[in-house]
């Protein structure tokens, strides 16, 4: 999980999605940090989100996935201390937030070693690698830009004028969300 805004900004938590066997009509998923992320509803030992405030029963007809992501993402965005499973990150928060700040970035540091040094043993473990600014930049330019963009002129053998002509061929991004749409309509959690 990325937070790319407020007090966790740059954090990259790793996290486990486990989902009952007889979802949907289960309880709700637990979402369990693995690494030790320090926020108030984020248990210290065991890394359990506290889902319970948000999700105290789980509904097939109104629940999903994507309700419990946005949940633990959001969490990041605004800190709630009413209901916690951590009291240390909860009383820090709210009598001083200076020391709690250093305790994120710690948090943040250490979950980033994780995610960037993952168990050679789980083979379901999502690699990722260091960012490389210049990379993304030439990567973005080849995907974004237009492949050929011109001026030409046209001649009208009528008024014996010429007109510019403005020709734009699309995007390599626009080219494959015709091939396919649905990747068109998708958009950011």
Same mark, same amino acid.
């Given at each position: 999980?990325?937070?790319?805004t407020?007090?966790?900004?740059?954090?990259?938590?790793?996290?486990?999605?486990?989902?009952?066997?007889n979802y949907?009509?289960?309880?709700?998923?637990?979402f $369990?940090?693995?690494?030790?992320?320090?926020?108030?509803?984020?248990h210290?030992?065991?890394?359990?989100? $506290?889902?319970?405030?948000?999700?105290? @029963?789980?509904?097939?007809?109104?629940?999903?996935?994507?309700n419990?992501?946005?949940?633990?993402?959001?969490?990041?965005y605004?800190?709630d201390?009413?209901?916690?499973?951590n009291?240390?990150?909860?009383?820090?928060?709210?009598? $001083?937030?200076d020391?709690? @700040?250093?305790?994120v970035?710690?948090?943040?540091t250490?979950?980033?070693?994780?995610?960037l040094?993952?168990?050679?043993?789980?083979?379901?473990s999502?690699?990722?690698g260091?960012?490389?600014?210049?990379?993304?930049?030439?990567?973005?330019?080849?995907i974004?830009?237009?492949?050929?963009?011109?001026?030409?002129?046209?001649?009208?053998?009528?008024?014996?004028?010429?007109?510019?002509?403005?020709?734009?061929?699309?995007?390599?991004?626009?080219q494959?969300? $015709?091939?396919w749409?649905?990747?068109?309509?998708?958009?950011?959690?």
């Amino acid at each position: 999980m990325f937070v790319r805004t407020g007090m966790y900004q740059g954090a990259v938590f790793k996290f486990t999605l486990s989902i009952p066997m007889n979802y949907p009509d289960g309880g709700c998923p637990a979402f $369990d940090f693995q690494a030790g992320v320090f926020h108030p509803l984020v248990h210290a030992e065991t890394g359990e989100l $506290d889902t319970k405030k948000e999700f105290q @029963r789980w509904r097939r007809d109104v629940n999903h996935l994507r309700n419990l992501f946005l949940y633990a993402r959001n969490i990041f965005y605004s800190i709630d201390t009413a209901h916690t499973l951590n009291g240390e990150a909860a009383r820090l928060y709210t009598s $001083d937030p200076d020391k709690y @700040r250093g305790r994120v970035q710690e948090s943040i540091t250490s979950c980033l070693q994780v995610v960037l040094n993952p168990d050679p043993s789980d083979s379901h473990s999502v690699k990722l690698g260091e960012w490389h600014a210049e990379v993304m930049r030439a990567a973005r330019r080849h995907i974004f830009e237009p492949e050929v963009a011109y001026l030409c002129w046209r001649a009208d053998t009528h008024t014996h004028t010429h007109t510019a002509v403005h020709v734009r061929v699309r995007t390599r991004l626009e080219q494959f969300t $015709d091939q396919w749409p649905v990747l068109g309509q998708a958009k950011h959690l």
